[in-house]
């Protein structure tokens, strides 16, 4: 997806000092993940999760499946215009919306976003204990089922899991228009666009005690 609005922005690098053990991390996503292997299919749809709620489309059974697994690369989380107010002609963007990049082997977060009162570039150097509360986050996200609604004025919400063996990556898509028809649709498969928000909610939490000015360069 273009981001035009990348350019023109202040760009600052956040070193946090780590505060617990190097292994919090690991033993938190380990936990979460159940045992699964880093050869777990990403992009299932039909999985088993322990937990989800099977819905059933046509003769197929729909049961919710994990989208992060152990061993995944990243990811990049996106929520990009909608029924919000633009920025001005000279703010130096052109979209109101928000890119979020994750790395786990970094250890980092970058948010990449368009204010009304122009760009946004940050990155933050994650502690361990910001790590596992991302990893916690991301294992706790699965793919949504039937039946979809079709909805208006909200944004495009999109989150791609960078994988550490092939397929390089999965896009999952927000199921907000998931019912309309027409191709206005995204292709599948979705997550819920409720947890896709609470999900970027934690992310920007992470990235707003350096943004003191509330999102300005």
């Not at 697994?69 to 107010?85: I, N």
């Not at 368009?114 to 570039?121: A, F, H, L």
């Not at 933050?124 to 910001?130: C, E, F, I, N, S």
């Amino acid at each position: 997806m273009p981001l035009s609005f990348w350019m023109g922005g202040c760009s600052d690098s956040v070193q946090n000092q780590a505060d617990g053990s190097g292994d919090a991390a690991g033993d938190a996503v380990s936990e979460a993940d159940g045992g699964l292997g880093s050869d777990a299919s990403p992009d299932a749809i039909l999985a088993v999760d322990g937990g989800g709620d099977a819905s059933v489309d046509g003769d197929v059974a729909c049961v919710p499946a994990t989208v992060w697994h152990l061993g995944d690369d990243g990811f990049t989380s996106s929520d990009l215009g909608g029924f919000v107010a633009q920025p001005a002609p000279d703010a130096g963007c052109t979209e109101v919306g928000s890119v979020y990049v994750f790395s786990a082997t970094a250890q980092t977060l970058s948010e990449h976003s368009c204010q009304i009162t122009g760009p946004v570039d940050r990155t933050v150097q994650l502690t361990d204990a910001q790590q596992s509360q991302i990893l916690t986050a991301a294992m706790a996200l699965q793919t949504s089922c039937p039946p979809y609604s079709c909805g208006a004025d909200f944004g495009t919400q999109s989150l791609t899991v960078h994988h550490s063996a092939p397929p390089s990556s999965t896009l999952y898509n927000g199921d907000f228009y998931a019912g309309c028809s027409g191709g206005q649709a995204p292709a599948g498969p979705y997550i819920a666009y409720p947890d896709l928000s609470d999900f970027e909610t934690v992310l920007r939490n992470i990235v707003f005690p350096i943004r003191g000015d509330g999102g300005s360069p």
